[in-house]
């Protein structure tokens, strides 16, 4: 591998590390199998490529690709919450019909190219995602620290003592859901950027890498800390992509570009198979 290549994995692998955060929050916080994120990555992905396509700010984009990223979540909430569906099938429901969403809002077209607007990566794409993935994970931590997160990390301990604690758990779950979706949409908001387009069908295995990170991350760093294993969801994505980067390039392994599912796939369940170290507390 070239020195271009592996920091082209370094920068991937940041923007799929704020993914898994939003994957951690859904699926560890509040333990929620949520199957939004395939559709609400590619939906932070076509709000930021229209409206910089449109003359927008690349800095607005993002905030509009996460804010959407939060209805997406909050849609997933109402079907689960309001309408008695599982919270695999609510998941699966909401990423079906933001397919044809996403399309809408791309105008009818299934990509979009960037290549002539301005995006926040011209130069020093790996410092700025660097600053990026640390401020989430600054922020995150602070908000999970808190009284208001300490609660929202009771309900996914257990649910019943959480509410007989007096803890809306409807109401902590659509946070819990708002805040992960809306992540997984900033990231796919960075990744169009990053990448100089946008492509509706972009968001498929999704959930599969963000997992994968965070499984990855918890094995290197098996910390109690919640700053730990914030940045532990990064640390683990920037370890998958260039584990598989180097899977890729290696003549020896004999893998090629159409392996790229099998690899993750045998991966995530070797992950599965090692036993977790204890965790250690540190402050």
Partial sequence: MSLNEIMLSLEIGLIYGIIAIGIYL????????????????????????????????????LVAATGAGGIAGALTSVLHLKFRITSLLSGILVSFMLYSINLRIMGGIPNISLVNNDTLFPQDSLITLVLIGLTICIIITYILITDFGLAL??????KRLAQISGINVAFMITIGLVFGNAIIALGGAL??????????????????VGLASVMIGERIMPYRSIL????????????????????????????????????????????????????????
């Fill in 26 to 61: 859904t699926f560890r916080v509040i333990d929620f199998p949520d199957l939004t994120c395939d559709g609400s990555f590619v939906l932070g992905s076509a709000v930021s490529a229209t409206l910089i396509k449109a003359g927008i700010s690349p800095w607005l984009s």
């Fill in 153 to 158: 990390r009771s309900i996914g301990k257990n």
């Fill in 191 to 208: 990744f169009t950027q990053h990448q100089g387009y946008s492509d509706v069908g972009s968001g498929i295995g999704t959930v599969i």
């Fill in 228 to 283: 730990v294993q914030t940045v532990s969801c990064l640390i683990g994505s920037v370890t998958y992509k260039l584990f598989i980067s180097f899977a890729l390039h290696s003549d020896s392994l004999g893998f090629t570009t159409s392996d790229l599912n099998l690899i993750t796939g045998i991966m995530v369940i070797a992950i599965m198979h090692i036993p977790k170290k204890s965790r250690r507390v540190i402050c």
